[in-house]
């Protein structure tokens, strides 16, 4: 320890070091972490199968009607109509996503079961009601909503809607942007004819048969486009494929400088530190006590710097929720209610970060001192 205190500048500003390098890299898989485990949560609640209208290359309605010659096809165990869509709410800036439901019939996902059988009275009033997200539960209070909100549709005029109850999904991507509430009110706001659909959801219940039944489908009616479950993770999974190239040349550029520390501090020791295990050589200390106290004081070091970094990490993550890093990953867009990360700790990232550096930084203080005690007391003193 003493030992240490002589150096303190310098084991001080290695230490910076270290906890900078661990710092900003475990920040970066911890962000990768939370993000993908609440992405992956909410497509596991998507529908196996959507089927869209296309004209000309973009989304149309689609009628309604096309569910029922979907579901005589073998294989499919329920069509379901979705009416939904988004709503700018120009004040903050953000888009909410209105989801209509039929609370008679079968629900796509359990969440909106769940909002369907708790709301189902709020839902069934006569007042135009609507369940919201707890997200933009706090975009309408800001913005003085308590109670009603009003909706501005298509000609001009303006729609009140009671805001009947707040929901809070298993994820805070799925609840905190999305506004729930009967399918002729969304047909209302938006002005859609109440005989189209935004799209179908297929109910497939064996994985199995998925691909034959799209393959029906896109041969039933031509001018559709069939989106599945595994064709949306392949997207996100290629987005996070492509940021995360970004962040391992970041990983690169990081381990590269940690590197280059660990060399200068492996090329050769101070004449001050020299002439120390001469003198402790000279007093009789043997090998194993002269390198079991460099050991020791690498192992102070990059230790201490480690947890430190880890921890300071986990309170940028979780408890700032990770500025500047945060929006590489999710966009600089505020077209949607900001969300919170989910702790999701991978300890194996932080075991590869704990066995890529603090041996490499031991070994590094260890060597040179071995090289310097395997000298005679007197000549490492001279030197």
């Known amino acids: 320890m003493c030992s ?31 993000i993908k485990s609440e992405l992956y949560s909410t497509l596991e609640a998507l529908p196996e199968v959507i089927v869209q209208k296309i004209v000309a290359g973009k989304q149309r309605d689609i009628e309604m009607e096309r569910a029922d010659r979907i579901l005589e096809i073998n294989g499919v165990d329920d069509v379901i109509p979705r009416l939904w869509g988004y709503y700018y709410f120009e004040p903050e800036g953000v888009n909410f996503s209105i989801m209509g439901i039929d609370i008679y019939e079968n629900q796509y996902k359990k969440s909106l079961a769940t909002i369907a059988d708790r ?55 799925e609840s905190n942007d999305m506004i729930v509430m009967s399918q002729d009110l969304v047909a209302e706001i938006f002005g859609l004819d109440d005989r189209l659909a935004t799209d179908l959801v297929v109910k497939i219940p064996n994985p199995e048969e998925i691909d034959t039944v799209v393959l029906k489908i896109s041969e039933l009616y031509p001018d559709t486009r069939i989106i599945t479950k595994k064709d949306i993770k392949v997207s ?37 530190e020299k002439k120390e295990i001469g003198i402790l050589k000279a007093i009789g200390w043997r090998m194993a006590d002269i ?13 201490t710097s480690f947890l430190l970094a880890v921890v300071l990490s986990l309170a940028y993550v979780y408890l700032l929720q990770a500025p500047l890093l945060r929006d590489i990953f999710t966009g600089y867009s505020t077209l949607k209610p900001d969300f919170n990360l989910p702790f999701a700790l991978d300890g194996q990232v932080l075991a590869l970060l704990f066995f890529v550096t603090i041996p490499v930084f031991i070994a590094a203080t260890i060597i040179p001192s071995w090289k310097a005690a395997t000298l005679e007391a007197e000549e490492v003193i001279r030197s």
Not at 12 to 32: D, E, H, K, P
Not at 246 to 268: E, M, Q, R
């Open 236 to 272: 996100y999974q290629n987005l996070f494929d492509y940021k995360s190239g970004l962040f391992l040349a970041l990983f690169v550029l990081a381990i590269f400088t940690f590197f280059i520390i660990i060399y200068d501090k492996a090329s050769g020791l101070s004449s001050e």
């Open 119 to 173: 709301f189902s009275g709020e839902l069934e009033d006569d007042q135009p009601s609507m369940i919201v997200g707890a997200g933009v539960e706090d975009i309408l209070k800001k913005n003085y909503y308590e109670d009603f909100f009003y909706f501005v549709k298509p000609d001009g005029e303006t729609k009140k809607v009671a805001i009947a109850g707040v929901f809070k999904a298993a994820t805070s991507l």
């Open 4 to 34: 240490l205190m002589r150096r303190g500048s310098k084991n001080i500003f290695l230490g910076v070091i270290f906890t900078l390098l661990i710092f900003l890299l475990s920040s970066v898989f911890l962000i990768t972490s939370s």
């Open 291 to 303: 390198l079991a106290v460099k050991f020791y004081e690498a192992l102070i070091i990059s230790v």
